[in-house]
């Protein structure tokens, strides 16, 4: 499972959505973002799904590799379904079991919740698998460098953030080493109910926290030694600019918004 995840990887391709400036990318995520949330019914998902495959195709990254990183989130998943099937209030029962009802309107919101956290993960993951680490840290930084008036510390967060993203994979690789040391050692972590799997696991973590200082001790030193001292005074070797493909990036997604905004009043059926 912990070879599944996808989020803070980098796929090194050439292609359309690798190119584009990184500011705008994470704004164009953020579009989506708002966009997933915003949609009002289950019809209007078809759009969601236009765009995003779309911007896969563009991406040139497989498929499959998108839909990899969903199989940690299936537990969430269902325990979502779950929720708001037999927890969420009706007028149109469909099912009744006794203890719970399950209505035509919890129907409709399990899938809508659920679609909505899938398209949030794909999204993510199509940003992190097709922007490189630094690219990433000078987008953020530049981002946030209008608040540099407020003395809000630009350079760092957008470093943190970054640093963040970038452990993801290496703290699950640690985590799977360990587990595969601990389990040539007898330990189980498979078999058992759910409690006695999430106890299995308290071993895991005492190991993965000591290497988890441990690393984020000498990056600080390695960073020391070369003479790191924030933002101030830096220079870069790429200069970010916005151009033509980023534009029509930007409009692509406008157009997006739009027709989820507009959706309602130009489809005649509703779910």
Request: charged share 20%; with cysteine; proline share 5%.
């Amino acid at each position: 499972m912990l070879n599944n995840i996808t989020l803070g990887q980098y796929y090194p391709l050439k292609s359309v959505v690798h190119a584009l400036d990184p500011r705008v990318k994470i704004l164009l995520l953020i579009a989506y973002i708002a966009g997933v949330f915003i949609v009002p019914d289950l019809t209007g998902f078809v759009l969601v799904v236009l765009y995003l495959a779309l911007a896969c195709k563009l991406s040139k990254l497989p498929f499959r590799l998108l839909i990899k990183g969903l199989k940690p989130l299936r537990f969430i998943l269902i325990f979502t379904c779950i929720l708001n099937l037999f927890f969420t209030g009706g007028e149109t029962p469909l099912l009744n079991l006794g203890f719970a009802t399950l209505t035509r309107e919890g129907l409709i919101n399990a899938v809508r919740y659920s679609l909505r956290l899938i398209f949030l993960v794909l999204g993510s993951s199509l940003l992190t698998l097709t922007t490189a680490p630094v690219t990433l840290t000078d987008g953020l930084e530049r981002l946030l460098s209008p608040l540099k008036v407020l003395h809000f510390p630009a350079h760092e967060m957008a470093m943190m953030m970054t640093i963040a993203l970038r452990f993801i994979p290496t703290l699950l690789e640690e985590a799977d080493k360990i587990m595969k040391a601990q389990s040539a050692r007898g330990a189980d972590f498979e078999s058992g109910r759910l409690f006695e799997r999430a106890k299995a696991m308290v071993p895991l973590l005492v190991p993965l926290f000591v290497s988890a200082f441990r690393r984020a001790g000498d990056l600080a030193m390695a960073m020391e030694a070369r003479c790191y001292h924030g933002g101030e005074g830096r220079t870069r070797l790429h200069i970010l600019k916005v151009e033509k493909r980023d534009w029509i990036a930007i409009l692509i997604t406008a157009v997006f918004i739009a027709l989820v905004i507009l959706e309602p009043h130009f489809v005649p059926w509703h779910l």
